[in-house]
């Protein structure tokens, strides 16, 4: 249990971060705080002195403490505690390899890679794609293929463009990636929710809605999913290519972490479906390097050149430097072993996170049990919001997502907190998750049990 003093330094944290204490209010006097706290004068004192040292309160001889006008120092790299950053972790990414790559891509290709290439993509490159998918039971030609400037940009490119089914409406799940969303508000796409939770999705509210609400498609992400962390079964996944066939619904499956998925049997929605009903995504930035800018789509073949024509518009082709590069990468046999070595790192870190939730979270706090990915959702107490518990922790230099901005507004929840495991240092995730969990009681108690006569004053000198 922590000392009397920390709790004290958490409650006045708490009234910074919600602007209940400003720059120059007074704080109560150290004779108070002993009798709320039921405590020492002395331990009231030495949680003063800290806050002191953080550069968050001062004192003024007979006068008592005030709050400083001041922020603490930029806190150095090691007392981060990163539960927000989503790319990949920094000491498993590539760079010495993949630099060999670019420059045989450059030897080998030389002027190919520096004027205009295929539209759909360089085709040896392709047909490398095309293997490496067989490793995650996706099927395809070369000519179903075309090479995206990231996933971005083609759900941004699909949001945009009619389909064969002639439809206009978009359903999503409830929460889901926030960069898809931002690409529906900016198009001011018409879109229909379905909620999600570790559980899954009510399939007969999914056959409603294909039924009655003319849905163009259906974004999904099957595995490891952002934020949740949820993985469908493969008989869930079947079921929902049995329902978009009947009602003539396409399915865009974002399976961006799919290769991290321990599970051998799990299949993606594509090797369910026999008629070019599922467009299927798979991006390289969170497996490899984001800033390769490079994903790939398997498309029906039927929706191939108003894909193209749309992509034009957009950048006419992605990076080809990037291309000829990733070709090589694939091709040595290199990406394998890269995949294998972070598939062990990220399972271990989640399942290092999952113990220190199960261990330490208060009772009233539920979190999501995925077997690997990056993405792990906490549904905190009702009176307890997403937003205070960010703040609170950023004073402690620990970084956690608010994951509102990943529903639509009929759906908002603003207690649904994301943690990424990705770049978390292995060794501080127990740490970050033990002080998570008294800020979150800290709030709840603060809430629920507060007296009146511990009220700040807000006065100004």
Do not use: W
Not at 445 to 455: L, M, Y
């Amino acid at each position: 249990m922590s000392s009397k003093y920390i709790e004290i330094m958490e409650e006045i944290k708490l009234r910074l971060a919600d602007g209940s204490l400003i720059a120059g209010s007074k704080l109560p006097s150290v004779r108070q705080l002993s009798e709320h706290f039921s405590c020492s004068k002395n331990t009231v004192i030495k949680a003063y002195e800290e806050l002191e040292k953080e550069h968050l309160i001062y004192s003024v001889p007979k006068s008592g403490y005030f709050v400083v006008n001041e922020f603490q120092n930029a806190p150095k790299e090691n007392d981060v505690i990163d539960f927000l950053s989503a790319g990949p972790d920094k000491n498993v990414m590539p760079y010495v390899e993949f630099q060999h790559c670019m420059n045989q891509a450059i030897e080998q290709y030389k002027e190919e890679l520096f004027t205009y290439s295929d539209q759909q993509g360089l085709y040896s490159l392709r047909v490398q794609l095309v293997k490496y998918l067989q490793n995650l039971q996706v099927f395809t030609q070369p000519e179903r293929v075309v090479v995206v400037s990231g996933s971005q940009q083609a759900l941004n490119l699909l949001v945009s463009m009619p389909f064969p089914n002639g439809k206009n409406n978009i359903l999503i799940e409830q929460p889901t990636y926030f960069g898809f969303i931002e690409s529906i508000n900016l198009q001011q796409a018409n879109t229909f929710g379905i909620e999600l939770s570790m559980e899954g999705i009510d399939l007969d509210r999914l056959e409603y809605i294909f039924r009655n609400n003319d849905i163009k498609f259906f974004y999904i992400i099957p595995r490891f999913h952002n934020p949740l962390g949820h993985c469908y079964s493969n008989s869930e996944k079947k079921k929902i290519v049995e329902l978009a066939e009947k009602y003539d619904v396409y399915i865009v499956e974002d399976d961006f972490l799919g290769d991290l998925d321990p599970n051998a049997k799990s299949d993606p929605l594509f090797s369910f479906d026999p008629s070019g009903r599922v467009i299927y995504i798979k991006s390289f930035s969170k497996i490899f390097l984001p800033g390769l800018r490079i994903a790939t789509v398997v498309l029906p073949t039927l929706m191939i050149n108003n894909f193209l024509r749309y992509k034009f518009s957009s950048d006419f082709n992605s990076s080809a430097l990037s291309q000829g590069a990733l070709e090589i990468y694939l091709k040595s046999g290199m990406f394998n072993s890269h995949l294998k070595k972070i598939k062990e790192v990220y399972h271990t870190k989640m399942q290092t996170l999952q113990e220190a939730c199960e261990l330490l979270l208060p009772a009233n706090t539920h979190f999501s049990k995925p077997t690997s990915g990056f993405y792990l959702s906490i549904s905190l107490p009702e009176n307890v919001t997403a937003k205070q518990v960010v703040h609170m922790l950023n004073e402690q230099h620990i970084f956690v997502d608010d994951a509102s901005r990943m529903f639509l507004p009929e759906y908002k929840k603003e207690n649904l907190l994301r943690l990424s495991i990705s770049q978390v240092n292995e060794s501080q995730i127990k740490l970050g998750v033990e002080r998570l969990a008294h800020c979150i009681a800290l709030i709840n108690s603060r809430k629920n049990h507060i007296t009146p006569k511990f009220r700040f004053r807000l006065q100004t000198i």
